[in-house]
């Protein structure tokens, strides 16, 4: 497969980055301890930008995968989102990633769960993604354990979208996403509180909750490293 490079926008300054390099950073930075819903509250508590795991007493965790889809394009790579449906009983109209709950077809292969809902959702035929590692598992409040695969995929493939779940795939510039400053802390009101979390704006689409936060990760894990 053909290196394209990616501006990366971060603290640490601007580099360049190829796929190879990004595979090489995902496993450099991945935290077996994972990341949540939660670490905000955390994080202003404390200032513990890595709290540890505080779901001991939350109970089982229902494990899912998702696909961060690297789309690399000639001006440079984007990350593929999808829009949910407004009829969904869950998370409707919300950004995603394509993906989806662990089955028993899966064998318990994440990477195996991440392209099967792909294809189920938007219709990307698994061989067309090269799977590069993987990011912080993510634990939501919802009481799942979201593990993120992430993938490059060259252009020239076709989409045929399940039009009951998805109402709209869209790409996102991975500079943008990379670059802090559209890093936004939000807050909203859980159950009597004001709960903090992760926020993206693209145009006109607010991406928010675990997506935002597994975005924030790869923003993390690519940032920190340059080319090597």
């Known amino acids: 497969m053909e290196q394209r490079d990616i501006l990366s926008i971060g603290k640490a300054g601007s580099f360049r980055l ?5 595979a090489r950073n995902l496993a450099l930075g991945h935290d077996p301890r994972g990341r949540s819903d939660f670490d905000l509250d955390a994080m202003i508590r404390n200032g513990a930008v890595r709290p540890g795991d505080p779901f001991d007493e939350q109970g089982l965790l229902t ?15 984007t990350v593929m989102l999808t829009r949910r449906t407004a009829h969904l009983a869950h998370h409707p109209g919300q950004i995603s990633f394509p993906g989806g709950r662990l089955e028993d077809a899966d064998k318990g292969d994440f990477t195996t769960c991440a392209l099967r809902e792909t294809e189920e959702e938007v219709g990307l035929a698994p061989h067309l993604v090269r799977i590069l590692g993987r990011l912080d598992d993510y634990i939501t409040g919802t009481g799942f354990v979201i593990t993120p695969l992430v993938g490059v995929i060259e252009p020239g493939f076709s989409l045929s979208p399940d039009s009951f779940e998805v109402a709209e795939v869209f790409e996102v510039p991975l500079a943008f996403v990379l670059d802090q400053a559209n890093h936004q802390l939000q807050h909203r009101e859980v159950k009597g509180r004001q709960r903090p979390f992760w926020a993206l704006t693209w145009d006109d689409k607010l991406i928010w909750g675990a997506t935002a936060g597994i975005l924030v990760n790869l923003s993390d894990v690519l940032a920190d490293r340059g080319e090597q």
Do not use: F
Request: net charge negative; proline share 15%.
């Open 18 to 22: 190829t796929s190879d390099a990004i």
């Open 63 to 77: 494990p899912a995968a998702v696909l961060v889809p690297l789309v690399a394009r000639p001006e440079g790579m």
